[in-house]
């Protein structure tokens, strides 16, 4: 099992390292990418075993898991993981007692990739499916919780009209979640800042979780942005 953790940053925005706000387009931003990449993870899983990497580390998992318990969010919530890849912060959500859970993907390989770690971890009450969030079927809607761990960086990497994409994002946000949802992002590709911006429309800051610091150009700087936000009545 591999931790990945991307740093694109170019400067610091008040004491956040940050990228540029023009972020330059990258195949990390392509479906053809994670259909690859995923398909290489799950015949990894079924030769070895290995799950894969886990994005941001298993800290930022960590993180989601023990706010939500602090502020006693109910285990039965709604809660949706958005581009869940192996489906990893579903399996420590399901042991942490949540009960309501569901994560798509858009790409199959993906899903299958879940479902096979879900099943080995005799899990089968969470709901995986394959799902474009930015078109997204009738069904998905009513959740009480959303979380991203990395894929809005993604779709900001898009080659192709990423900034249209990152504004639809936000739209199906609204749509999907119920009146007070609580929305939680991590990112390393934008900064506290930014994602206030990004999110102005609909969505008001909560709180900004802490996560690991380090020195870039004599500031403190954070290797990744963690926020809640919860939708407007």
């Known amino acids: 099992m591999e931790e990945k953790l991307f740093v ?14 023009d972020i330059p387009p990258s195949k990390l931003g392509t479906k053809e990418y994670w259909n690859d990449t995923y398909a290489r993870e799950l015949q990894s899983f079924k030769d070895i075993g290995d799950v894969g990497e886990i994005w ?5 998992m960590t993180r989601i898991v023990q706010w939500m318990k602090r502020q006693n969010i ?23 007692g949540f009960s309501n859970l569901t994560g798509i ?8 990739l879940a479902k096979c770690i879900l099943e080995e971890e005799l899990l089968q009450n969470v709901r995986i499916q ?6 997204p079927s009738m069904c998905l809607s009513g959740f009480d919780v959303c979380i991203d761990k990395g894929t ?4 900001s990497l898009c080659p192709e009209n990423s900034a249209g994409k990152m504004s639809h994002y936000v739209e199906t946000l609204h749509k999907v979640l119920k009146q007070k949802g609580i929305f939680i992002i991590t990112s390393c590709n934008w900064t506290k ?19 690991s610091k380090f020195q870039f150009g004599g500031k ?6 963690a926020l809640v936000f919860v939708k407007k009545t």
């Open 193 to 211: 800042n930014e994602l206030v911006n990004q999110f102005h429309e609909g969505f008001e800051l909560q709180e900004e979780l802490p996560t």
């Open 220 to 225: 403190m700087g954070n290797s990744v942005t």
């Open 152 to 155: 809005f960086d993604a779709i």
């Open 130 to 135: 394959v799902e474009d969030f930015l078109n």
């Open 8 to 21: 694109l940053g170019a400067r610091v925005d008040n004491g956040v390292v940050s990228s540029e706000y």
């Open 56 to 60: 941001f580390g298993v800290q930022s």
């Open 74 to 96: 109910g285990e039965d919530s709604a809660v949706l993981d958005i581009g869940t890849g192996n489906g990893i912060l579903l399996v420590d959500l399901a042991k942490a």
């Open 105 to 112: 993907d858009y790409s199959p390989a993906a899903v299958e």
